[in-house]
């Protein structure tokens, strides 16, 4: 009995063998058996590589392990502010590079107004996101020492050429000297209901503002600018110049048209201008600007009103870090003709009975900004 018993046992031993061998045998030219790679595999693999070559990031995102901080100056400002909630969102996401948490993104500014100003967006506009104490500093920016020890540990800056300004008083245990100090608040682009100091809003000040921000990055060891030419910006070559010499490698972007603000707006809206035109140009030391000025200068003005969205501004921006590579020079001329997307991710949820998920991206549609700087 005992014979049979262990024959039958043998039995089944080998139809079990068989059973679970056949599905990895009969699959060998489809599948990935035991960590190996088919020739299947690998042919699609190769095609999927040479495919999308032209499409693979060479900023930030390109090394997503090496994570990076930002800094953003005159964050008070809207521009400035929803550039910081599109940095904060992007470093909560894996695969941008981006270093999210107690100390960046960064906000940087001369006074309180600074923080109050940037939460008010992040509330609004970001789904009740909020910047705390940590992640903002504030600056005599006519100290250059001063404004190098708050970019301690910083990558990168986000940095305007001409800011909005506004005399405050420096807020107390910062750098005042006495209870009555006053100081330049600075925003990028701009801050709604603000009261502009005309008397100090010269060329001069604004260089030295400008010149002060960029020896104190290169003396903090950053390693790659980006530099919003405001619309408020004058014609001259001093500020290239500025850059020229501190050597630090930037990504210069000019947007035509009148900057626009898109109210309501969330990130969740995503991409406004449905014919965003981005234009890339590599710099070489020299007189870059002058070809700047000349590609501008000898584009047809079009006879509708052109208008762009800043939140697709500061997309771009962002968008430049995770895309663009950090060791080059190039500027970035972006345009619209003011024709907005005609659904957003609002109006989708609102359509569709399943909801539309928006928890993997820091901006919705971001992706054809990321497609346009590569292809370019």
């Known amino acids: 009995m005992w014979p049979r018993i262990a024959g039958l046992y043998n039995v089944l031993l080998c139809v079990t063998a068989v059973i679970v061998v056949l599905p990895f045998t009969s699959n060998l030219n489809s599948v990935e058996a035991f960590g190996g790679c088919s020739p299947l595999a690998t042919k699609q693999r190769s095609f999927v590589t040479r495919l999308n070559n032209n499409a693979q990031p060479k900023g930030c995102a390109a090394q997503p392990l090496e994570k990076k901080k930002v800094v953003v100056f005159g964050a008070g400002g809207y521009l400035g502010a929803v550039i910081f909630g599109f940095i904060q969102r992007a470093s909560s996401l894996y695969g941008t590079g981006l270093l999210g948490g107690s100390s960046s993104p960064r906000a940087m500014g001369a006074t309180g107004i600074t923080l109050q ?29 001063h404004i190098q020890a708050r970019l301690k540990g910083m990558n990168a800056a986000v940095i305007g050429t001409v800011y909005q300004l506004e005399t405050r008083s420096v807020s107390g245990n910062t750098y005042e000297k006495s209870p009555n100090d006053k100081t330049l608040e600075f925003y990028l682009d701009y801050k709604y209901a603000a009261n502009p100091t005309e008397a100090n809003d010269d060329l001069e000040t604004h260089l030295t503002l400008f010149q ?6 290169k003396l903090a060891g950053l390693e790659k600018l980006v530099v919003i030419e405001t619309p408020q910006t004058p014609k001259t070559k001093r500020f290239s110049d500025i850059l020229e010499s501190a050597q630090i490698p930037f990504t210069y972007i000019h947007a035509s048209g009148e900057h626009v603000r898109t109210s309501p707006y969330s990130f969740e809206s995503g991409i406004q201008s449905k014919d965003l035109v981005i234009t890339k140009n590599l710099l070489k030391s020299g007189d870059w600007i002058d070809y700047l000025w000349e590609q501008r200068a000898s584009k047809k003005k079009s006879t509708t ?33 003011g024709d907005k997307n005609e659904e957003d991710a609002v109006a989708k949820t609102k359509r569709s009975t399943k909801p539309v998920k928006t928890d993997r991206d820091w901006c919705v549609g971001v992706s054809v900004v990321a497609q346009k700087l590569s292809s370019n």
């Open 212 to 217: 002060n921000t960029v020896d104190a990055c």
């Open 117 to 145: 100003e940037l939460n008010r967006v992040l509330i609004r506009e970001f789904k009740l996101a909020f910047a705390g104490e940590d992640l903002c500093r504030l600056n005599n920016m006519q100290d250059v020492e």
């Open 305 to 337: 009103p052109n208008t762009i969205a800043r939140e697709d501004i500061a997309a771009v921006v962002v968008q430049s870090l995770l895309s663009l590579d950090w060791k080059t020079n190039c500027s970035l001329e972006i345009s619209s003709n």
